[in-house]
């Protein structure tokens, strides 16, 4: 879902836009089920972990609407670990534009484009997010994409990334 030629209405709704009132449908139903069946990836929790104890300060930058990933993040018990959750809604410009770095940034404390600033995502607009705003991007493959190019480094498993982090 998070390819940009994909259009999602026509996927989901087979109309080539959205109706007007779609979106409060869907936040109206998608709030009522975002916890079904949610889980986390095995390894990411200790992970996560691992770099919180090692004082990483972490945030979430979504394209998903920030009141479903705080939801999402506090019901898999992840939120403590962010300084920051921020969704799509607090922006202007979603990703691929890097805006929603910048704000995490701030809210982190921090500017953009700092030595150790790195984006991590399983998705193009994630990398291109990274290069647009000048910092390191990872791409996972444990999530919906599967990437060969546009990206900094890779990893395939939540050890490799917490390895890679502490060496970068």
Same mark, same amino acid.
């Given at each position: /879902? =998070? @390819?940009? +030629?994909?259009?999602?209405?026509? /996927? ?5 836009? %959205?109706?007007?009132? &779609?979106?409060?449908? %869907? @936040?109206?139903?998608?709030? @009522?089920?975002?916890?079904?069946? *949610? $889980? !986390? ?11 919180? $104890? ?20 506090? +019901? !898999?018990?992840? $939120?403590? %670990? ?6 799509? &809604?607090?922006?202007? +410009? ?12 701030? *809210?982190?404390?921090?500017? #953009?484009? $700092?030595?150790?600033? !790195?984006?991590?995502? &399983? ?23 599967? #990437? ?17 982090? =502490?060496?970068?």
């Amino acid at each position: /879902i =998070n @390819e940009p +030629h994909l259009n999602l209405a026509q /996927i989901f709704y087979e109309t080539a836009t %959205f109706e007007k009132g &779609d979106t409060k449908l %869907f @936040e109206e139903i998608y709030w @009522e089920q975002c916890l079904e069946r *949610m $889980a !986390v990836y095995e390894g990411v929790y200790e992970a996560i972990e691992a770099l919180y $104890a090692q004082r990483w300060v972490m945030s979430v930058a979504t394209n998903a609407s920030t009141k479903f990933a705080q939801k999402i993040l506090e +019901h !898999v018990k992840l $939120a403590p %670990f962010f300084k920051a959750i921020v969704g799509a &809604d607090k922006v202007s +410009h979603p990703k691929p534009s890097e805006e929603i770095l910048h704000h995490v940034a701030q *809210m982190s404390g921090t500017l #953009l484009g $700092a030595q150790y600033d !790195v984006m991590i995502g &399983d998705g193009i607009k994630d990398m291109v997010s990274a290069k647009n705003g000048g910092v390191t991007s990872i791409h996972v493959t444990w999530g919906y994409s599967s #990437l060969k190019e546009g990206f900094d480094y890779q990893c395939s498993s939540p050890k490799m990334l917490k390895e890679l982090l =502490n060496t970068i």
